[in-house]
Nanobody, 116 residues
Framework: QVQLVESGGGLVQPGGSLRLSCSAS????????MGWYRQAPGKQRELVATISSTGSTNYVDSVKGRFTISRDNAKNTVYLQMNSLKSEDTAVYYC??????????WGQGTQVTISS
């Protein structure tokens, strides 16, 4: 059974930091491209960052320079380090894993709230 389990969300003040983690089981993690998406209330889910199986990374423009995606294949875990958080980063953050064109999985999401 495949599971992607996010953790690390919470409430933080503007300018603060959080690190999200996504622990995977039931897949050969090192073969998967991993990503973080987010969905704010009333908005569509958007891609935040991706990391390929070889470690190449991509970010949406709004988080470049503030967020860092990384992976630890030995721990089957992908991380999202979020710094200089803004109120517009408030959303539910989802972990996503993709292998090839047709195999993908989602985590259940973790709430990130930026508020003073």
């Amino acid at each position: 059974q495949v599971q992607l389990v996010e953790s690390g969300g919470g409430l933080v003040q503007p300018g603060g930091s959080l690190r999200l983690s996504c622990s995977a089981s039931g897949i050969i993690f090192r073969f998967y491209a991993m990503g973080w998406y987010r969905q704010a209330p009333g908005k569509q889910r958007e891609l935040v960052a991706t990391i390929s199986s070889t470690g190449s990374t991509n970010y949406v423009d709004s988080v470049k320079g503030r967020f860092t995606i990384s992976r630890d294949n030995a721990k089957n875990t992908v991380y999202l380090q979020m710094n200089s958080l803004k109120s517009e980063d408030t959303a539910v953050y989802y972990c996503h894993g993709q292998e090839g064109w047709s195999t993908s999985y989602w985590g259940q999401g973790t709430q990130v709230t930026i508020s003073s």
